[in-house]
Each structure stands twice: as C-alpha cells, then as structure tokens.
C-alpha cells in the first residue's frame, strides 16, 4: 500500500487555532496516516494512503472547514537555521561560562586572587573560547576564506581576523603568563553577532514562506479545454501534455506548446531578453513563460516542467531583501571602500601606540584589533533590509505583494496618484437583454469570455463557454470577431455617442445594441480618497470611457479629477507629464491597455486578478480588489522611510563616536565586542518597531 | 583553594549536558513551530508525533 505525502498551505488560517483544528479534524479521517501543522509557516503536512484518497479530496474535506488549502510544491528547506543554533548555543554556553570566570578574574585583581588561580582560570577560559573561536566562529571564517580565494574582502574579513588575532594573542600572553588575557573578548563579539545572524535568518525565512504560501494568487490557473468543447479553470501543475488550454491576451504560458489558432503575437522578453513581440503561425512552438499580447488564443501542451512561477516567487523574495535605497546604495559604496579602510585604521591604531607610544607588541595588537571591531560597517549594512524584510513580511499578511524594495521607497513617497475607472476605482456589473436571440446571446457571451476588460468580464455569465478565438482586441475601444461582430464602445461598434450607455454590441449585420452597465466604488475606495486628502495625494481618475460616464463615477466618489477617453498611451502620457515634472506617481490598473501606463509609472499597482501582463508591469499586487489594504500599506511605507533613515542615522553615529574611542585606547576588545554587536542588534530590533497601520 | 580545581571542570562538565540537551532539542526540530506548540499545550488530546520523512527533517 502505497503513501502519499503532501504539504498545504492554509493561507487562510488567522491564528494558530485554526491549524490545530484542521489537525484535528483531519486526523480522526480514515485512511489519513499523519498529519502535522505548523502554525509558524501556515502549513500542513499530511500523509495518506493512496487508496483512500486524492489531493483533490483532502483539499475539499479542508475545504469543507472553511479554509482553501493549495498544495505546496518545492517546499524550501528551512533546515537551514539548524546550523546556526548549534554554533549560537555553542557560543553561548561558553559565553556564559567564561564571562563568570572573568569576572572572577577581575574581581581578583581588586582583591588578593594569587598568580596560580588567575592562570588557571585564565586557562579554563582558553579551553572553553577555543570551539566558539573555530567551530561558532566558522560562520565568518568560512566565507571570509572563500572571498579571500577570490581575492576579494567582505564585511565578515575584519570579524575573522579579529577572532583569530585576539585569540592568538590571548593564548600567546596565556603561555607568557601575563596578567591581561581576552578570551571574553572573542566569546562575547560571537556570541553578539550569531544573534544577529539568528535573527536575520529567521525573518529571510518568514519572507520566502509567506512568497511561497501566497503562489496561488499570482495566477497559476489556466483554461483547460474539454472533450465537449467547454472549458474547466485547473491549476497549472495539472497540465498534461496533449491538453489543449486557451489563454488569453495578457497571460503568460506555464508550458511549452504548439500554437492551435492562426496566429498570435506573444512577448518572450522573459526568456530571450527581446522586448520586441514576435509573431507566431498555426503550429509554431510556443515557450513557457512566453507572453500573449494577442489573444486568446489555443494551445496544445507538448511540454510540462518546472513552471518558471516558483523560480519568480523565490526570485522574489530574495529581490525585496536585496534592493537597497539610494541612501543604502550610498552607504554600500562607502562600505566597499571602507574595508580596506579598517585594516588601515587598525594598523595606524597599532603604529602609533607601538612605535609612537611605546606599549607592548601584544597591547598595540589588541587595540589594533578593537578599531577592527568597532570599526565594522555591520550595522549600516543591515539598515535597510532589517526594515524592508519586515515590511514585505507585514505587508504579504495583508495581501498586498511588493515585488522590490525600490517599490517600497516609492510607495511611501507618493505624490499623485492616477487610477483607472472601469474595473479598478469602480466595480461594474452588466447585463444583457433578455428578449436577445440566443444564437446573437451566444456571442456575445463568446465575445466577451474573449476579453480581459472589466465590462467584458461583468457580462459572462457562463464561464464555461470557449472563448471566441481569432479575434481582435484594441484595448481601449472593443473586441472584433472574425466575421465582424463587435463588442464595445459606442464609437467602436457604431452605436449612439451621446446616450448613457457605456457598452455596445454589434451583430454582422445589424445595428449595435446598448448594454446596461453599472458602476459602483470597489471596496475600500473612498477610504482610500480619504486617505490621499490627508496626505496630500492628488487622485486623477484615468479612462478609456465617455465622458459623461466618467464625470458621473468622478463626481459620485467626491468630485476627483478625471481624464476621459483616454486611449492606453493618453494614460501614459498623463503620467509622464507628472513624473517629468518632479512628482512621484503611482497608478492603479488591472488591464491590458494600462500596463504602457504601469510601467511609465514610479510605483504601479495592479491585482492578483488581473491579466499577467498587467500584474507583470505593476510593482505591487493587491490579492484582492480592497483598496484599504493598499491605503495601509501606503501608510507602512511611509513608517518604513522613516525607520531606514533612523538606522542609517544611528549607524552613522555609532561609527563617528566610537572609532576615536578605540583609537584613544579606552576600548577593550570586549568592550568593542559588545558595542559593535549590539549596534547591529539595535539596528535589527528597531526594524521590527514596524507595524501595520490599523 | 585546591578544591578549586578540581570543582570547576566538574561544574562545567555538568553544565555540558544542558548543551546536550540544548543540541537534542535542535536535533528533533522543536524550535520550528512555536506558535503551534504553545497551542498544543492546550489541546486535549495527544496526537502521536510521527516524524515527517519525506523532508528528511
């Protein structure tokens, strides 16, 4: 009997209760072997037999709880931080121990300890720091030798040689039977750091979880078309090759395939670096990761593999962590240049004192050692991304995704914000004529399953219906079948300009038909006008639609400045004007004739259920349609700028205070240890000073 | 002054173990789920901790 095993993610799931309660319910299921939550992560481990059950089943039984589950593939190690708690609690215990004998030692100076005893002690703390010095002291040994094979030197250079210096020095005055030794010197900087290091760790981990647990909202569904012509939505990862799907114009290919329809002019910038669309005809091949621009089209799988959406996702991740400001940019440089700096310093430190001052080799050695420690640029280098890990972390729980920490300095910087009306500022309902004939019904409802455009969407009532392929779309003014039908603007399919209606419909052959369209806020907007208006934000709606229409939806939401008849490089170009006149713009979008316009922006906004293409463009991605999440996230943003520059301030003044001290001499290595590491743990605990608004 | 000596390593020897115990604690993934093991204290049944395989963890 075989077993299967599958890991879950419980987006869902608010607390850690509600994992507990999946738990248990699921393990009085037969045929169920294991389960195991983890309220951390929001996951769930099960194991079943085959026999019993499919993923599809143990999905819906989560389902039927009230919680979606979406199965996790390549489920990242996170054994990773084990490592690091070895050497952590390595460094500790020995921390621990030798900082008790030192302060015996010390007191015994005061007093009357004799030579013998403060040896042994001495030597008992030599004993100890040697596995913290080497094995807990790997983590900068290690990639410290691995940049010195490259000849480079990195920021862990000086912590190594500090280690291995003091330590040496300090056995070296141990044989000498000196009085001063500085073992506590050593355990105390590792120990400082490694915390540091923990914490790093685990707050990477929680961004690449929270990315990972998240993958089912950037679209990984496609259309599947079935043996009776209709078509089912399933997950990516259930293609088979053989399957014919239909994607649309906007989406991106999750397979390799040969194109079913005439023609389509696909974008695969993402795979060949041109940004220039190419052509295809009937039968060509198309890549994963390949992007319609026409659409929609079918699509016969001949290859399914590794989908490039978990490669985005990790990329992801990691790109928010690694973006740095241009302060931090500023502050990199400084670094980079800086290393070198600090041996240098270090040595001047020694020459003066040995040659200059006259003290012994082994003092001169260790206040060399102290500016090289105290010097370390640790701190200002972790800045910026302790606050920007925890604001993508904080910002994922809300369901806003920010895609760069540039986005995430832009976001907290806007001046005015430009929103599309149809789909995004407002949410449309439509529908159609009941005395229509049916075969005319049809039609358009083919027509519409065709388009991406938020009108188009109000009208399907049958998502199961395939879409009308061979069609062209010009965004902005409607979709045109092949054999002349249209559906769209009163413009575009002949129907009467100065009428209310916002949607027309065009058979061949007859007149165009006005649509009853209805347009309300989306959730949370107003909320967010409000928001603007306390910060100053100027909002102009943007649109594609008459102008009656838009100054009606203008004036409904609080009399917002708008621009109507906007065609997709109008957009864009009421963006550029505001961008080259010093302003930081953001724009809110979700079509395809809004991505010119998303990417002219600073920082764009898109949703999860938007077109690939659109949420391609946008710096950030709201899961859903609510614009409260995106109105808290502004605010973060703004928390956010403001942590960085008090990181980067304090660093700054840490470095400007206490390199003359350990010039001067006043600081001993373990002094120096200690306020190096715990500049950096400052830096790192203020970042998590950060909160969500309410 | 002599027991010193001797009483010392002893110590440090026995405060080895709790690093032992530190290590094991690591070793069976215990600091994974902290939120989730502060609820279990609460549930009332026991489930048997089966460790997953299939991760290797």
């Known amino acids: 009997m075989s077993v299967m095993h599958e890991t879950y993610s419980l987006p869902d799931a608010r607390c850690a209760g509600c994992i507990l309660k999946i738990e248990k319910a699921l393990s009085h299921v037969s045929g169920i072997r294991h389960v195991r939550g983890n309220a951390t992560q929001k996951r769930i481990q099960i194991s079943w037999e085959q026999a019993s059950h499919s993923s599809e089943k143990i999905q819906s039984i989560i389902g039927g709880l009230g919680y979606t589950a979406t199965p996790i593939k390549d489920a990242p190690a996170d054994d990773d931080l084990r490592p690091l708690l070895y050497r952590l609690g390595v460094a500790a215990f020995c921390m621990m121990n030798v900082m008790a004998l030192s302060i015996s030692v010390w007191f015994g100076g005061i007093g009357d300890m004799g030579w013998g005893t403060t040896q042994f002690l001495h030597s008992l703390s030599a004993v100890l720091a040697l596995p913290v010095a080497f094995y807990s002291g790997s983590v900068f040994h290690v990639p410290a030798w691995e940049a010195a094979k490259r000849r480079q030197m990195i920021m862990d250079t000086p912590i190594s040689i500090a280690i291995l210096v003091t330590y040496l020095a300090s056995l070296f005055e141990l044989f000498r039977g000196a009085e001063h030794v500085y073992f506590d010197a050593v355990v105390g900087l590792i120990f400082f750091l490694l915390i540091g290091r923990v914490l790093e760790h ?71 670096g041109e940004s220039v669309p190419k052509t295809l005809q009937k039968s060509e091949r198309i890549c994963a990761g390949a992007i319609l621009i026409s659409g929609p089209v079918f699509v016969k799988i001949t290859k399914v593999g590794e989908a490039t959406e978990i490669g985005q996702m990790a990329k992801m991740a990691e790109d928010v962590v690694a973006h740095k400001g241009r302060l931090q940019r500023l502050s990199d440089q400084f670094a980079r240049g800086y290393i070198p700096l600090v041996f240098g310093g270090g040595a001047l430190g020694f020459l003066i004192w040995y040659f200059v001052i006259g003290a012994s080799f082994v003092q001169a050695t260790l206040i060399a050692v102290a500016v090289l420690i105290v010097t370390c640029p640790c701190a200002s280098g972790l800045a910026t991304p302790a606050v920007t890990s925890r604001a993508m972390n904080l910002s994922m729980g809300q369901g806003v995704i920010i895609k760069s920490g540039r986005a995430l300095e832009y976001l907290g910087q806007v001046d005015h914000v430009f929103v599309d009306k149809t789909g995004t500022a407002s949410f449309v309902t439509a529908s159609l004529d009941a005395d229509l004939p049916t075969h005319a019904h049809r039609t358009v409802q083919k027509l519409a399953r065709a388009s991406h455009h938020p009108f188009a969407q109000a009208l399907v009532s049958d998502s199961k219906i395939c879409p009308q392929d061979d069609v062209s779309e010009i965004p902005g003014k409607g979709i045109e079948s092949a054999n002349g039908a249209r559906l769209g603007s009163a413009e575009f399919t002949g129907g009467d300009l100065n009428s209310d209606y916002s949607l027309w419909f065009r058979d061949q052959g007859s007149k165009a038909i006005p649509i009853k369209t209805v347009e309300r806020p989306a959730a949370g907007f107003e909320v967010f006008l409000d928001h603007a208006q306390r910060r100053q934000m100027d909002v102009s709606l943007l649109s594609g639609d008459t102008e009656k229409s838009v100054r009606k939806f203008a004036q409904q939401v609080g009399d917002v400045e708008f621009w109507a008849k906007c065609s997709p490089m109008d957009k864009s170009k009421r963006i550029r004007d505001r961008v080259d006149q010093g302003e930081r713009v953001m724009m809110i979008g979700d079509g395809i004739n809004d991505c010119v316009a998303l990417a002219t922006a600073d ?35 703004r928390r956010a700028r403001a942590l960085i520059a008090q990181n980067l301030g304090f660093a700054m003044i840490y470095n400007v205070v206490t390199i003359p001290l350990a010039l001067v001499g006043v600081l001993t290595p373990a002094l120096a240890a200690l306020l190096m590491s715990s500049s950096s743990l400052i830096v790192m605990l203020n970042a998590l000073r950060l909160r969500m608004p309410k | 002054m002599n027991a010193i000596l001797y009483l010392l390593p002893i110590s440090l020897l026995l405060a080895v173990i709790s690093l032992i115990a530190f290590f094991w604690t690591v070793r069976r993934n215990q600091y994974q789920d902290l939120d989730g093991d502060c609820l279990r204290a609460l549930v009332d049944e026991d489930l048997p901790l089966v460790r997953n395989t299939v991760d290797g963890k």
């Open chain 1, 202 to 272: 685990i707050m990477h981990q929680r961004s690449g979880d929270a990315a990972a647990n998240l993958r089912r909202f950037l679209s990984v569904d496609v259309q599947r078309v079935t043996a009776d012509g209709t078509t089912e939505l399933i997950s990516a990862d259930q293609l088979e090759p053989g399957d014919v799907i239909c994607v649309a114009a906007g989406d991106r290919l999750s397979a390799d395939g040969e194109l079913m329809s005439k023609s389509a002019i696909v974008d695969e910038s993402v795979l060949t």
């Open chain 1, 603 to 637: 920082v764009s906004v898109s949703f999860a259920a938007a077109s690939q293409i659109a949420q391609n463009s946008a710096d950030v991605v709201l899961t859903n349609r609510d614009f409260s999440n995106l109105t808290k996230a502004m605010e973060m943003a």
